[in-house]
């Protein structure tokens, strides 16, 4: 959500690349995908390429096991990423997100200019997020805050989900 918030705050294209989106059962066709990928980025430039569960595709190269396909996938992502294959005037950025950022590989770590660690939301936080996502409801005697603290260690989509379960009790009940 971040990183569709930038891209929306700075007029840029976004992409959401994830391990499927990229890999393919051909030998070669992975390689292929990220040239088509960066060849897509710099044609709709200004472009935010992002890349969830960056792990699955970026991770360290010396895995035990990891097939010769993953590294060449690694090695073409970087070589486009670093803009060696890029022109100037395109302006492609990479954001990617993770939960295992001591699994990313030490040459991806080091093309990140920057980390930003985005840690669990504060109760006042959560008390919005409920509000937010709770707004199409009928809630009128719903204490917020009080659910905002009960669920301390939540995280936005735990709350989600605890939103979604809760509206499917009723149902559950009824069956």
């Not at 030490?106 to 985005?118: G, K, L, S, Y």
């Not at 709770?134 to 939103?163: I, R, V």
Request: hydrophobic share 45%; charged share 30%; aromatic share 6%.
């Amino acid at each position: 959500m971040l990183a569709k918030a930038i891209a929306n705050e700075v007029g840029a294209s976004f992409i959401n690349v994830s391990m499927s989106t990229i890999t393919s059962k051909w030998f070669g066709e992975d390689e292929k995908n990220v040239r088509a990928l960066f060849m897509l980025a710099a044609k709709v430039s200004p472009t935010i390429i992002f890349v969830d569960e960056v792990d699955s595709i970026l991770g360290q190269r010396t895995r035990v096991g990891e097939h010769e396909a993953m590294r060449k996938i690694k090695n073409e992502f970087m070589s486009h990423w670093d803009g060696l294959l890029t022109r100037n005037d395109e302006r492609i950025l990479v954001l990617a997100a993770t939960n295992r950022p001591f699994d990313l590989d030490e040459a991806i770590i080091r093309r990140f200019e920057r980390r930003i660690m985005v840690g669990l939301p504060l109760v006042e936080s959560r008390e919005l997020i409920l509000r937010t996502l709770l707004s199409k409801e009928k809630a009128e005697d719903l204490d917020f805050k009080e659910l905002a603290t009960m669920t301390e260690g939540y995280s936005g989509s735990d709350l989600k989900n605890l939103c979604v379960t809760a509206a499917y009790r009723p149902v559950r009940e009824l069956l």
